[in-house]
Structures are given as structure tokens and as C-alpha cells.
């Protein structure tokens, strides 16, 4: 849904107040951080995280990262531990994120973890950062402010150039100090793991955890359990572009009929999108085979079509 024309605000009071106003109201709102620029949603409205997607142009649903303004606010929504205190203690606020389980009554949308059951938070060190999550008092999920395939914006301008008019606002506060992504460790299983190297060096957080970090090649499948983890899938098997559900299949409706359940009756793909990883765990819990209803492959439909045929494909 192209929004028209993007306000630039000045990291004053009134404006940390206005983008936190329009966050709340479920509109996308780029902000700076020490990393990147980054293109902030409410993480707890679906429909705002699915707007991401499609102001972008991406493709395919990736987990996004959960801004928050303490580590405080961070154990609202994950499952702390004590290497996550010990890394808090020394990092943040700053360039790295954290990926934790997600705890019991989170609230965060499924298509902020793309229906993984851990989440990335990240404390942000630049001050309208902080001042903005602070006024919003909520998650912010984001990613860098560019359109898919682009470079990651480090100004104001550059993240108008390249989505002005397909955003509310951008919150304007000069450039990024670090200017490369957060360094992200997974922390919920028993080591810890690089999962992206980023603007705090490795070395940094071996130092403070007294060990060494496993690092995951993202090349190679077999030590890259996380690429195949992102790839969420259903237990059972799922079929595609299924115009009717078969003899005991459960049916994920798209559109006006009788289903199940369904993405969007209205046939919207930003509330189809939002829905999406919910319905696959609602209807995998029943533990039957799942039918799928044709997903335009146009705007937002062709990211949902990514996980969806991810979701499909052969298991081992
Ligand atoms: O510096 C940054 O981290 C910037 C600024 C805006 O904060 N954000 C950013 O977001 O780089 P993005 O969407 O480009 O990168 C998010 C990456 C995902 O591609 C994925 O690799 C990882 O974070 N990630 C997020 N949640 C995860 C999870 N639950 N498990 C594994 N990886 C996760
Ligand atoms: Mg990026």
C-alpha cells in the first residue's frame, strides 16, 4: 500500500513524539541508529511488520530484529540468560543483537521471527533511537531502510532516495557512526553463535564471554543449522496452490470460501501476510496435511509465496 508523501521530522521532542504517534498507529517510520538507518514497525502489528515487506520490495520473509530501548524492556519478550546479562552488561546500548528464545506471552508478531520460536533483540545506542523507543514505550521491528537489494542507508537522504512516499516519515538525525550492520550471537542454544558478523568485532565479545564464539558458515547447509531453522516448516506435509482441500487435508483459505482458516478473506496480501506463520502453527498443531489456496504472486504475495513453497518442499 504506497503511503504518500514521507514526512521528514527533526529529532526534537515534537518530532520523536509524532513518529512514535504514527508507529502506534500501525505506519512505518525510519529512524537512525549507530548502525544503519533502520525502517521501524510496531513488532506487535502484524500488518504494520508486513508493510516492511512490501515498502522494501523483498522478496522473501527474513526474521527481523526487535528494537528496544533497555535490556529491561528486551526480558518483556525473550527468555534471559546469563550469557545474555553478561553481553547486555557490556555492549549495550550498542551494535549487537541477541537472539534468545521468545518467552511465553510475548505478544510480537509471527512475521517479525518468521515463525521461528526465538527472537533478535537489540538495543540501539544512537540517542533519537532511544528517545523514540522510549516515547514508544514498544518493539520496533527493523530492518535497514533500503529497498531490497540495495545499499543500506546511512542518511536521511539515502533512505529518502530510495523509499520517499513509500513511508510516513523519516526521523532525521544525521549519519550513522558505525555504518555496518549489528553483530548478531545466538544465544539459545548451550554455545554461543555468530550468526552475522557487524560493527562489534568478534574478538570483543570473546573477550567478555571467556570463550570462544561457534561461528555458522552460511554456505555450507550442514553447519548452517540457522538458515535451515529460518526456513520455518509445518510437521506435516503442505500443498500448494490447492484450489479445494482433499479427503482429510486441512484447508488455509486465501479469499472468500470456506477453509479453515483463513489469510485474508478480503483477499488483502498485507493482512495475508501478517497472518501467515500463526496459521501454519495453528493448523500444524492439528497434525493433519495442509492445502493452500492460490497466492497471487504479485506486491506482497510473492514474499508469502517464498515461505510458502519453502514450507512445501521435501524434508529429510
Ligand atoms: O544494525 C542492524 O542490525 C540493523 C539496524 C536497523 O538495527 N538492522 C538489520 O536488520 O540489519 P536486518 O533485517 O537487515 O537483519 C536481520 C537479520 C536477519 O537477516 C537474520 O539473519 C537475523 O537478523 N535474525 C533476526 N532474528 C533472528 C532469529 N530469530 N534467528 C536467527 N537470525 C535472526
Ligand atoms: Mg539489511
Known sequence: MPQHSTEILAATEAGIARAAQLL???KLVSFPTETVYGLGADARQGEAVAAIYEAKGRPSFNPLIAHVHSAEAAQRYVEW???????AQAFWPGP??????????????????????TLGVRVPAHPAAQALLRALDGPVAAPSANPSGKISPTTAAHVKAGL?????????????????ESTIIGL?????????????????????????LAVRDVHDPLTAPGQLLSHYAPGAPVRLDAAAPAEGELYLGFGPGACD???????????????????LHRLDALGKPIAVAPIPEHGLGEAINDRLHRAAAPRD
Open 24 to 26: 502506534r498507529e500501525g
Open 81 to 87: 540468560n546469563g550469557m545474555a546479562e553478561t553481553l
Open 96 to 117: 549487537l543483537t541477541l537472539v534468545l528464545p521468545l518467552r511465553a506471552g510475548h505478544g510480537i508478531s509471527p512475521l517479525v521471527t518468521a515463525g521461528l520460536d
Open 164 to 180: 520517499d512516499g513509500r513511508i510516513a516519515a523519516i526521523l532525521d538525525d544525521g549519519a550513522c557512526g558505525v555504518g555496518l
Open 188 to 212: 539459545a542454544g548451550p554455545e554461543p553463535v555468530l550468526l552475522r558478523p557487524g560493527g562489534l568485532a568478534a574478538e570483543e565479545i570473546e573477550a567478555v564471554l571467556g570463550r570462544k
Open 261 to 279: 482458516l483463513n489469510l485474508s478473506e478480503r483477499g488483502d496480501l498485507a493482512e495475508a501476510a501478517a497472518n501467515l506463520f500463526g496459521h
